[in-house]
């Protein structure tokens, strides 16, 4: 007897298997960008070598516009002549601790771009290639390790607020 859903029944488990393998892979891989991408914990901040070596990336690559002591340029919210912004405090009187780690990752790593409007131009340079993603995270749980301990719960509500909305 010629049968002729016979292949279409054969293909059934085929489908399945591929939908299964395709749904575990993207799994996987949704899980493997978040632990590459995600943004800094409490528990990196309080890891006293990230810390360390964060103050080392701060020195070398951020101090020279944003202080040694993280005070930011004098008159950092005025527009310069150039139509550019001085280099912001991430000290307490600043607003860096006003933003979720992932939008701070993003603008360490690829520039403020990202998040400003278009034609807005910039100092800050992108540290992609120049910064691995575990140097950037540990610059920014160093700059998070200076603010009082109001601040950082502050910033810690922020940043729960923001994964909530993802």
Known sequence: MNDPDAGKRAARPRRATVLAVGA????????????????????????????????????????????ERLEGQPHWQTRRADGR???????????TWHHPSGVLFTIVKN???AYAPP????????FYGVLTDAQIRAVLAY????WPEAIRARQAEIERASRQRQ
């Open 85 to 95: 912004m001085p280099a912001p405090p991430h000290d307490a009187t600043g607003h």
């Open 111 to 113: 520039g403020v771009q």
């Open 143 to 146: 700059i998070a390790s200076n």
């Open 119 to 126: 034609g807005y131009q910039s100092d800050m340079p992108a």
């Open 24 to 67: 575990i892979s993207t799994a996987a891989a949704l899980g493997a960008a978040w632990w590459h991408w995600r943004a800094p914990s409490a528990a990196d901040g309080a890891d006293p070598a990230v810390i360390a070596q964060g103050r080392e990336v701060y020195a070398r690559y951020c101090a020279s516009c944003h202080g």
